[in-house]
């Protein structure tokens, strides 16, 4: 059993809501998010934290004050916001009704053109969407310049409060592993029967990511491991993701120099947690039989920057008609290489590779 377990089980208590909840076992957050950027360090806010519709931000200002800064500003979904809105009208007008009409230029460099009269005119809706959308720049941001600016400021952030965590890692001797999926792939019930195997041989650290409530650092309690819950609607505004200043307010809470393992089980989402790194040397993602074959093609993001997947729900392959070749065919054309294993988090199958894949040096 653990040498460390500060959190008997059953100890994190159920938080549906704040209101009328126990005591809290495990220690609040910081108020705000450390690393992120603070009012006083920019001007002020446009409406809402975002530019209005239709509209560019004033000159100078951030689209993300005012906001987290990791929603709205994620650099890596096609040069667009991962979340937030922005000027969704504009994105969708040649879709539907042009918010604008005439002969008019773009600020793209492209010379003044006319829409819905040209070559292209009878295209599907679609394909007129996609040549009228390409190259032009939606971001609501004033310029390509100002949304690389801001990015690479929220990125750099992050960057160096990930760098410190790696620092803390690579001090302590433990590596650490970020586990990503899309919700209910079966990350907690992959590492519970990771634990049921590891535990009684590695001194292990779980760092459990939700947005609400301990229901997994409950489930992942009392299987000799050190769990620390970091909850991002508590102070961290409901964050569909863990970052590096998330992670960095709970390493207190874990024995790290004791350790010889952590897993950091993001939140559970597609697409943002691939886009900040914890501090992590490697990362994995679980991937549902459940989820169909084409999404490494619609999310590239997380499977172009894990390690490993782990296709999980095998077990359930005789009663689907998931095609497990076109979805390797689809995995290997934006993560070419990668490295697979077919699994069942619920039968144990393939469980023993993914812990021999754990017990590999980084
Ligand atoms: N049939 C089958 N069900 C599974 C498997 N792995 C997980 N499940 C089920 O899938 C559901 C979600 O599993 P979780 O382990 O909670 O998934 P998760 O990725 O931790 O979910 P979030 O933390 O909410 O993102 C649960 O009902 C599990 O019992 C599996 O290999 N086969
Ligand atoms: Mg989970």
């Known amino acids: 059993m ?16 704040r209101r009328g ?21 920019q001007p002020p806010p446009a409406q809402g934290g975002r530019p209005p519709q239709g509209s560019r931000p004033p000159q100078g200002t951030s689209p993300t004050q005012g906001t987290s800064p990791t929603q709205g500003a994620a650099p890596t979904q096609g040069g667009r916001p991962a979340q937030g809105g922005g000027p969704a009208r504009d994105a969708r007008a ?36 996609r040549a009228e959308l390409a190259g032009m720049d939606l971001s609501g ?8 600016e801001v990015m690479e ?41 990771t634990l049921r195997r590891l535990a009684a041989h590695r001194r292990i650290g779980i760092i ?5 409530t301990s229901i997994d650092a409950d489930r992942l309690t009392g299987f000799g491991a050190s769990i620390a819950l970091i909850n991002t609607g508590d102070g961290f505004g409901g964050e569909c993701h863990l970052d590096a200043p998330m992670v960095a307010s709970a390493l207190p809470r874990l024995p790290l120099a004791e350790l010889d393992l952590v897993i950091v089980e993001n939140v559970g989402n597609l697409v943002c947690p691939a886009e900040f790194t914890v501090g992590e040397h490697r990362r994995a993602m679980v991937y549902a039989v ?15 920057s894990t390690d490993l997947v782990l296709v999980n729900k095998t077990d359930l392959l005789p009663h689907l008609d998931f095609d497990l070749a076109a979805f390797r065919r689809n995995l290997e054309m934006v993560r070419p290489g990668v490295e697979v294993l077919e699994i069942s988090a619920r039968t144990g199958t393939g469980v023993d590779a993914w812990c021999e894949w754990l017990g590999r040096p980084a």
């Open 2 to 17: 653990g040498r460390f377990h500060p959190h008997p089980p059953g100890s994190f208590p159920h938080r549906p809501s």
């Open 21 to 41: 909840a126990p005591p809290r076992v495990v220690p609040p957050h910081p108020p705000t998010g450390a690393g992120r950027p603070r009012p006083s360090d």
């Open 94 to 129: 040649p879709q539907g009704a042009p918010p604008h009409g005439g002969g008019h230029s773009h600020d793209t460099g492209q010379a003044p053109h006319r829409h819905g009269d040209g070559p292209g005119a009878g295209r599907s809706s679609v394909e007129g969407g």
């Open 141 to 148: 941001y004033d310029s390509a310049s100002e949304r690389v």
């Open 153 to 193: 400021r929220i990125l750099g952030e992050n960057e160096r409060a990930a760098a410190a965590n790696r620092a803390a890692f690579d001090a302590a001797g433990a590596a650490v592993v970020n586990l990503m999926s899309a919700p209910g792939a079966g990350k907690t019930t992959l590492l519970v029967e």
């Open 208 to 212: 459990e990511g939700d947005i609400e």
């Open 290 to 304: 459940t989820e169909g074959e084409e999404k490494p093609l619609k999310y590239p993001v997380m499977f172009r």
